[in-house]
């Protein structure tokens, strides 16, 4: 543990049981994807790395070297631009690299590490209750199990009288197109002509959520009057304080209806002791990404709370944890490489765009790069070491080692 804090994120991380892909995750957050596409566009403020970057992305997603997902929080900061145009050409490039492939969400993700930490403590065995890490939809970011469905006029399900009309090869071809449909829709937004339309029906409320997220930027300028009224937290156990105050707003009532579920459900009680509590809460690492993070910017009294700041954190926590490389915005960045009780995750963040694109080309080509393995996997080695990362069996890989440079 870190010896400076009393309540400390463990060395022995507890993770979600989840399953992945045996190749690194990449997670590139909506400025960088607004960068790729202003270089690609032409605009000369841009550096021209960002392009480089782009393309080596692409090689690296096209020769199964890596995997480029969106979370929940993409999503989110589209749907803020009102530019149809700049929207379609953001979800081009999303679109490009991941496929639709997304995430879990803080949520699900939260309970899982809940789960895990309950089932090591009490001696369970849960290995058999894995879930997908990553899934091609954006309900995958939400908790959402199934895709698109057919309605008959009875509101009832409707598939198998269309199916009955075509072949199942027909069938799978008109679903599979419109998946695609939807998951391109959802990822662009609507146009203005859609939005009119959505916008005459009552349950359309998009307000809602932003004042969600208002009331939780509410809870940080809460803390913030707490530091002014009391400093000495920011000269001493800050991360102790926020840590405290994280999980009793954001968790504790998940918390709390797992334990009565497992109750419900015949299993014994999970009553740790507050030693053993401490080390439970300290030991869920997308969690101790966000106090980490939240605990640096409430090191400055000055930082000015944004829905966009708990919105980075949202993507951040569970990108830094479950993904191999992240390239956040500047302030994400400072936030993350200054806690140094993060590293024992070793997650790349790149300062520069060249960085991760000399990182990119030097993965290798991985045997079966689908295939599903437990979370986490070892970490890459950095471009700047001659180590190639020993948990991949690699083959030479022709393309990329005829490239000069």
């Known amino acids: 543990m870190t010896a400076e804090l009393r309540a400390p994120m463990t060395e022995e991380l507890v993770w979600a049981n989840v399953m992945r892909p045996r190749i690194p995750l990449v997670y590139l957050d909506l400025n960088t994807i607004i960068y790729i596409a202003r270089a690609l566009g032409g605009d000369t403020k841009v550096p021209e790395s960002y392009v480089d970057l782009y393309k080596a ?30 929207r379609g050409d ?19 993700i939260a309970e899982l590490e809940f789960e895990a930490g309950m089932a090591q403590i009490m001696g369970e065995d849960i290995s058999a209750k894995s879930v997908l890490l990553v899934r091609p939809t954006f309900g995958q970011a939400f908790g959402w199990v199934g ?27 008109l679903m599979a197109r419109m998946n695609y449909e939807m998951e391109r829709r959802m990822l662009r ?27 939780r930027v509410e809870w940080e300028l809460d803390t913030e009057r707490v530091l002014n009224e009391h400093p000495k937290w920011r000269r001493g156990r800050l991360r102790d304080l926020i840590g405290a105050r994280e999980i009793v707003h954001e968790w504790m009532d998940i918390y709390t209806r797992m334990r ?25 690492p997308h969690t101790q990404v966000a106090i980490s993070v939240k605990t640096r ?35 994400v960045r400072a936030a993350l490489q200054s806690s140094k009780e993060l590293r024992t995750i070793g997650t790349f963040v790149p300062r520069r765009p060249e960085e991760l694109t000399d990182w990119l080309d030097s993965l290798p080509t991985v045997v ?11 970490r890459p080695a950095r471009a700047d070491t001659a180590r190639r990362p020993s948990h991949l069996l690699s083959q030479p890989n022709a393309a990329r080692d005829g490239r000069a440079g």
């Not at 496929?99 to 949520?107: A, I, K, P, S």
């Not at 057919?150 to 069938?171: C, K, L, P």
């Not at 459900?265 to 080390?279: I, N, V, W």
């Not at 944004?306 to 944890?321: E, H, K, M, P, R």
């Open 90 to 108: 953001l979800a081009d490039i999303l679109e490009t690299l991941s496929d639709y492939n997304y995430l879990l969400g803080r949520t699900v």
């Open 260 to 284: 009565i579920d497992r109750r419900k459900g015949g299993m014994p009680d999970f009553e740790p002791a507050d030693d053993e509590l401490r080390s439970f809460m300290g030991s869920m």
């Open 147 to 173: 895709g698109m469905k057919i309605r008959n006029g009875a509101g009832g399900d409707g598939s198998e009288a269309v199916r009955a009309e075509m072949s199942d090869a027909d069938f799978d071809k």
């Open 57 to 86: 992305a692409l090689r690296a997603k096209l020769e199964q070297r890596a995997m480029f997902p969106l979370s929940g929080e993409h999503l989110w900061e589209i749907s803020k631009i009102t530019n149809p145009k700049q």
């Open 368 to 378: 079966a790069p689908h295939l599903l393995v437990p979370h986490p996997i070892p």
């Open 189 to 215: 937004g609507p146009s203005d002509e859609d939005l009119e339309v959505l916008r005459a029906d009552p349950n359309f409320q998009p307000e809602v959520a932003l004042e969600g997220q208002k009331q």
């Open 297 to 331: 910017y409430h090191k400055n009294p000055l930082h000015k709370w944004t829905v966009n700041d708990i919105v980075d954190i949202d993507a951040i926590s569970v990108a830094y944890a479950y993904c191999e490389a992240v390239f956040p915005d500047k302030a």
